[in-house]
């Protein structure tokens, strides 16, 4: 069984910047994809950030040129760098693996989830 293990959240004020990142508990070189998904209250979880196997990246548009997905495979660990936060931010966020293969878009295409971790934006 898989585990992820998220860190890195907390209360920032809009225009920082926090560094989340995912703890694996195996080889995350044999993940076909993994990704960063948040959830506000109230609202359906979404997708953030994804990275392939090959280490093609994919951003949602209103996180797009703010954050930075990446991987680090020799310490089985995905990151999330977040700048130039937005209260819009706040949710808690999520990390999530595929290890099988098949599509890296939603949240049905992903098997293995954190325990996610809070991001709090004040205006």
């Known amino acids: 069984q898989v585990q992820l293990v998220e860190s890195g959240g907390g209360s920032v004020q809009a225009g920082g910047s926090l560094r989340l990142s995912c703890a694996a508990s195996?080889?995350?070189?044999?993940?076909?994809?993994m990704g960063w998904f948040r959830q506000a209250p109230g609202k359906d979880r979404e997708g953030v950030a994804i990275?392939?196997?090959?280490?093609?990246?994919r951003y949602a548009d209103s996180v797009s040129g703010r954050f930075t997905i990446s991987k680090d495979n020799a310490k089985n660990t995905l990151y999330l760098q977040m700048n130039s936060l937005k209260p819009e931010d706040t949710a808690m966020y999520y990390c999530?693996?595929?290890?099988?293969?098949?599509?890296?878009?939603?949240?049905?295409?992903?098997?293995?989830w954190g325990q996610g971790t809070q991001v709090t934006v004040s205006s």
């Open positions: 999530a693996a595929n290890f099988w293969g098949g599509y890296c878009q939603d949240v049905q295409d992903f098997g293995y």
């Open positions: 195996t080889d995350t070189d044999n993940s076909h994809c």
């Open positions: 990275i392939e196997s090959d280490g093609y990246t």
